[in-house]
């Protein structure tokens, strides 16, 4: 079992940046692909950002291309999400998730087997 804990989410202003961290336990997460998700309100969870467990291979959804850059430090079992030059849309609760199954990392939230609970980000206008 592989527990997930977000953190670093909160309210900034357009333009802003913030980076979120998602803290891993009960494994390591060198043998783990990660993901970023979020999901607005109202809205499908959408995929942002995946990335292997060796950390070699990142990819990025449509609305995460150039903006948002994902990271790991595996010794420290934990995985990061910078964003940059937040925009309003933006705003949404962003979730960690990890899986075992599919060592490239996946855009595809059913290839997730663990889930954090969510940290939310709020730009404001």
């Known amino acids: 079992q592989v527990q997930l804990v977000e953190s670093g989410g909160g309210l900034v202003q357009t333009g802003g940046s913030l980076r979120l961290s998602c803290a891993a336990s009960?494994?390591?997460?060198?043998?783990?692909?990660m993901g970023w998700f979020r999901q607005a309100p109202g809205e499908e969870r959408e995929f942002v950002a995946a990335?292997?467990?060796?950390?070699?291979?990142?990819y990025y959804g449509h609305s995460a291309q150039g903006r948002f850059i994902i990271s790991r430090d595996n010794a420290k079992n934990t995985v990061y999400l910078q964003i940059n030059s937040l925009k309003p849309e933006d705003t949404a609760v962003y979730y960690c998730?990890?899986?075992?199954?599919?060592?490239?990392?996946?855009?595809?939230?059913?290839?997730?087997?663990?889930w954090g609970q969510g940290t939310q980000v709020t730009v404001s206008s």
């Open positions: 998730a990890a899986t075992p199954r599919v060592n490239s990392g996946s855009s595809d939230r059913y290839d997730y087997d663990f």
């Open positions: 009960g494994r390591s997460s060198s043998s783990l692909a």
């Open positions: 990335l292997s467990w060796s950390g070699g291979t990142a």
